[in-house]
């Protein structure tokens, strides 16, 4: 029973997942709009989605929108319904758009993120895309998210990656659930670049340096000290006087003032020791570990556990290196809350490196270990016995098999359900529990084979270890029975019973019933045939070492 429970818990456990999504009522979106683009012309941006979205804020039920145009769900290319809205927002700040909706129905409310998407998609040249925010993410972004960061020196190999590692994963995971970063990356922007001919300028003895200056004061101006005033630090900047206004044109014809053969200075235009080119370069640049960088967040879908999905894009990187559409001098790494999957569940159950010092401190130091270990050391104490305690240990494995089985029905039922964190305490909270029932049989057993207990007939008498065994199940399945259907009922409209706050435990309480009710059902043959098999070996091993045997003297010796 034991090696098969460990067996079939392996086989039944699922992929996990970092953190329940739940249902919060806010879906909140961002758009890119071309670089350049003024306020008058954000405000007709505005005009332009709120007009797209006015009926459904107008709209009382969703019967009225029904009768609405349907959004294009880009993960699913399929119509969804909507729900009307409550409250809308829409903010700009320079060629980033912000904006979020929440829903009338609170228990409906992710289909709002595709139609926010699909309003954004009817502005030319802009890129977007909104979600439902997640209970638990940091400034409302998702809590089961991989991000795939690829980093490379040269920005053009790093670009075209960039853009076939992009198709390839919202050709996956669909638009909405890739967020690029920067979210500009493959847009570029205008750009004027000064390039200094250095011969020219040696020739006329003007300084690189200097001339690099002057035409960051021309252009942005620069910080040449500060100024300390009340105790106020106050920057000095030096900055052309604009007059005549600089224009990009005009740049080249700006004068610069270089030292002539007599000592005296003379005027030369920008243009005369460096050339002024008009090109494209990106408008933002990250950087990690000094690489450049973009970073693209996949959000798991609802029906994915994040394990799995880690796995899938893992296995989609390969062929794209091998192919040469990640270039060679690009490097592609996993992180996330896939990072911190992994050290939630090294922090609970450890991680099996091999039969090395470092898996044994890992399991060691596992919370599910520790949890056995402190609960098995608490009952040493109860029972002044280190063999005793081992016995109701083999309850544990009972529980865990049942847990899982329990998952996996909730999993079925609600496919969103994965063995995410707060499902993972369940079995820890298991291991408190199901010890109970053992504990009860067990400690019955002795009070008989040592006379404390009440025996049949009413009468007080010292029976032997298998008297003792069959009578403790037979007194103690009425209350064992008793407590675990109580337990197993008061928890089930934790797991079966919708409403708010219903998907953040029902995992946990579909691991809790569905461990205690198979633990129950075991441990009342599994428990009593373990405890009957080491009282035996311990009556053959005291006899051999002529040691009293205690509480089991003079009895049948398992006979």
């Known amino acids: 029973f034991t090696f ?150 040269e920005l053009g190999s790093l670009r075209s990656s960039a853009e076939a590692l992009y198709h390839q994963l919202t050709q996956v995971y669909g638009y909405a659930n890739v967020r690029p970063s920067p979210l500009n990356f493959n847009l570029a922007g ?69 030292p002539a053969f007599d000592g005296s200075f003379q005027s030369v235009p920008l243009s005369a020791v460096a050339d002024i080119v008009s090109t494209t370069a990106p408008q933002q640049i990250n950087r990690i570990e000094q690489l450049r960088a973009v970073k693209f967040t996949v959000v798991s879908p609802a029906d994915q ?49 091999g039969w090395t010092w470092e898996s044994l401190k890992s399991l060691g130091g596992s919370r599910f270990f520790l949890a056995m270990l402190i609960t098995y050391l608490l009952m040493a104490a109860l029972f002044e016995s280190y063999l005793y305690p081992f016995v ?59 006379g404390r207990g009440v025996g049949e007939g009413d009468t007080t008498e010292r029976m032997s270890p298998r008297k003792a065994i069959r009578t403790s199940v037979r007194t103690r399945i009425r209350p064992i029975m008793m407590t675990t259907l109580t337990t197993v009922f008061g928890m089930l409209p934790l797991v079966v019973m919708p409403g708010s706050g219903s998907e953040l435990y029902r995992g946990l309480g579909g691991v809790v019933l569905g461990g205690l009710a198979v633990s129950t059902v075991f441990t009342l043959g599994v428990v009593p045939m373990v405890f009957s098999l080491t009282l035996d070996a311990k009556v053959w091993l005291y006899r051999k070492l002529g040691w009293p045997l205690g509480e089991i003297e003079g009895s049948e010796g398992g006979a």
């Open 305 to 353: 556990p994040l394990e799995a999905v880690t796995d899938q894009i893992a296995r989609m990187i390969e062929p794209m290196k091998r192919n040469g559409q990640i270039a060679p001098g690009c490097q592609v790494n996993l992180a996330g809350t896939a990072d911190k999957l992994t050290e939630v569940r090294e922090a609970m159950i450890g991680k099996w490196h």
């Open 4 to 153: 098969g429970s460990v067996g079939l818990s392996r086989w039944l456990m699922p992929p996990t997942s970092y953190l329940p999504k739940g249902n919060r009522n806010l879906v909140f979106g961002v758009m890119l709009t071309p670089p350049g683009y003024n306020i008058d012309q954000n405000e007709s941006i505005a005009d332009r989605i709120e007009s797209r979205l006015r009926p459904y804020w107008e709209a009382q039920t969703m019967e009225q929108t029904a009768a609405l145009p349907p959004a294009s769900d880009f993960a699913t290319s399929g119509p969804v319904a909507i729900p009307p809205i409550e409250n809308y927002f829409f903010v700009s700040f320079g060629n980033t758009i912000f904006m979020g909706a929440s829903s009338k129905d609170k228990e409906l409310v992710e289909p709002l993120g595709p139609l926010l998407t699909s309003a954004m998609s009817q502005v030319p040249g802009a890129f977007g895309f909104a979600q439902q925010t997640s209970l638990f993410g940091r400034g409302g972004s998702a809590t089961n998210t991989v991000d795939v960061e690829i980093a490379g020196q």
């Open 392 to 450: 109701i240990m083999f309850s544990v494995p009972l529980a865990m098999v049942g847990g899982f089985a329990g998952l996996a029905l909730v999993h079925a039922w609600v496919p969103s359900q994965h063995l995410d964190v707060l499902t993972m305490l369940g079995f820890v909270i298991l291991i408190g529990i199901v010890v109970n029932n053992a504990i009860l049989i067990v400690h019955q057993s002795i009070n008989f084979m040592t």
């Open 190 to 258: 205008p750009e004027l670049q000064v390039r200094i001919d250095r011969v020219r300028a040696a020739n006329l003895g003007i300084d690189v340096a200097a001339l690099g200056l002057a035409v960051q004061t021309l252009v942005d101006g620069v910080n040449v000290g500060d100024y300390r005033l009340g105790g106020d630090t106050i920057d000095l900047m030096m900055v052309g006087l604009g007059e005549p206004p600089l224009t990009p044109d005009g740049l080249g014809t700006t004068p610069l003032a270089v």
